[in-house]
Nanobody, 125 residues
Framework: QVQVVESGGGLVQAGASLILDCIASGRTVSSYSMGWFRQAPGKEREFIAGITFSLMPYYQDSVKGRFIISRDNVKNTVSLRMNNLKTEDTAVYYC???????????????????WGQGTQVTVSS
């Protein structure tokens, strides 16, 4: 069973940067995509960034150019650097591990089968 733990959330001002980290344990995840989702108050959880087993990053349009996803397959970690944060980025951010090894860039929740508890990111104006 895979355990996923996020860290790095917090309260920042608009325009600031923040790095979220995620570590997976219980399975070597180097063969799986990893992704970040977020859920804002009153909204559904949405995909924002992912990185395939072959290290190809992909993003939701609203964060493209501001967020950078990376992974360390030795440490079983994935990070999300968030630059130029906006108030609309306020949400609980979730890390997830892909369901199928060697798969392409999935963006649906069903493409992932191990989730962290989430970390809160609050951006003030």
């Amino acid at each position: 069973q895979v355990q996923v733990v996020e860290s790095g959330g917090g309260l920042v001002q608009a325009g600031a940067s923040l790095i979220l980290d995620c570590i997976a344990s219980g399975r070597t995840v180097s063969s799986y995509s990893m992704g970040w989702f977020r859920q804002a108050p009153g909204k559904e959880r949405e995909f924002i960034a992912g990185i395939t087993f072959s290290l190809m990053p992909y993003y939701q349009d609203s964060v493209k150019g501001r967020f950078i996803i990376s992974r360390d397959n030795v440490k079983n970690t994935v990070s999300l650097r968030m630059n130029n944060l906006k108030t609309e980025d306020t949400a609980v951010y979730y890390c997830a591990v892909g369901r199928t090894a060697y798969s392409g860039p999935g963006q649906r929740e069903d493409d992932f089968d191990a989730w962290g508890q989430g970390t809160q990111v609050t951006v003030s104006s």
